[in-house]
């Protein structure tokens, strides 16, 4: 089962409309971090939330890491074409005795001009 | 800036060939992965390794080994690659950010 919820699974905006992805696990995350990927391509690093709470911000993307540490949210402001691509979340997970970096399963999302 | 390279964007093998991915960091990163991505799946871990000569499997290790000779490269086995092998398949190194990924090897089996 995938540890790391992700929704929605796909997103079609109208340029200039602001969206939300979301990021759901069932267990405390030590380490959530939200990636980019353009189609057929390896994937870019946004940002890492670490502390409960927390909130970053890079051009018109906005995260946010909530209290307890299992949410995530990525918002997107006044949404361009060039955002367009695959949001993955991923995390740190301890299990096993060793730490291991799993990711939810992606939104694509689609800015229409 | 970290680079993480994959030796090939696209490859197309045979079913039954021993296929070679090949994966190179230049900052000098313990820890390095290999992750398969398919539609729906999200990004399995297949192998991951935390030093020279170290290898721990992952999610989906079967029909896969991995060789960590030197530090800055981690190579990916396919030991007789399948039809299911088909996918898009991503290297990466670990720094205190997370991970830098490679720009990923498409690769199809027929």
């Known amino acids: 089962s995938q540890e790391l919820e992700q929704s929605p699974q796909s997103l079609i905006v109208q340029e200039g409309k602001n969206l939300t992805i979301n990021c759901t696990s069932s267990?405390?995350?030590?380490?959530l971090y939200w990636y980019k990927q353009k189609y057929g391509e390896g994937l870019i690093f946004l940002m890492m939330?670490?502390?409960?709470?927390e909130e970053k911000s890079h051009e018109k993307i906005t995260a946010k890491l909530d209290e307890k540490k299992q949410q995530s949210s990525l918002h997107i402001t006044a949404s361009q074409p060039s955002h367009a691509g695959i949001y993955l979340c991923?995390?740190?997970?301890?299990?096993?005795?060793?730490?291991?970096?799993?990711f939810g399963t992606g939104t694509r999302l689609k800015v229409l001009a | 800036d970290v680079k993480v390279t994959q030796s090939s964007r696209y490859l197309v093998k045979r079913t039954g060939e021993k296929v070679f991915l090949e994966c190179v960091q230049d900052?000098?990163?313990?820890?390095m992965f290999w992750y398969r991505q398919d539609p729906g799946l999200g990004l399995r871990l297949i192998y991951f390794?935390?030093?020279?000569?170290?290898?721990e499997k992952g999610d989906i290790p079967e029909g896969y080994s991995v060789s960590r000779e030197k530090k800055e490269r981690f190579s990916l086995i396919l030991e007789s690659a399948s039809t299911n092998q088909t996918s898009m398949y991503l290297c990466?190194?670990?720094?205190?950010?997370?991970?830098?990924f490679g720009q990923g090897t498409r690769l199809t089996v027929v």
């Open positions: 390794s935390y030093d020279v000569k170290m290898k």
């Open positions: 900052m000098d990163h313990e820890n």
């Open positions: 267990k405390t995350l030590y380490g």
């Open positions: 991923g995390a740190d997970h301890f299990t096993s005795g060793t730490y291991k970096y799993i």
């Open positions: 939330l670490q502390k409960g709470g």
């Open positions: 990466a190194s670990s720094s205190r950010t997370g991970l830098d």
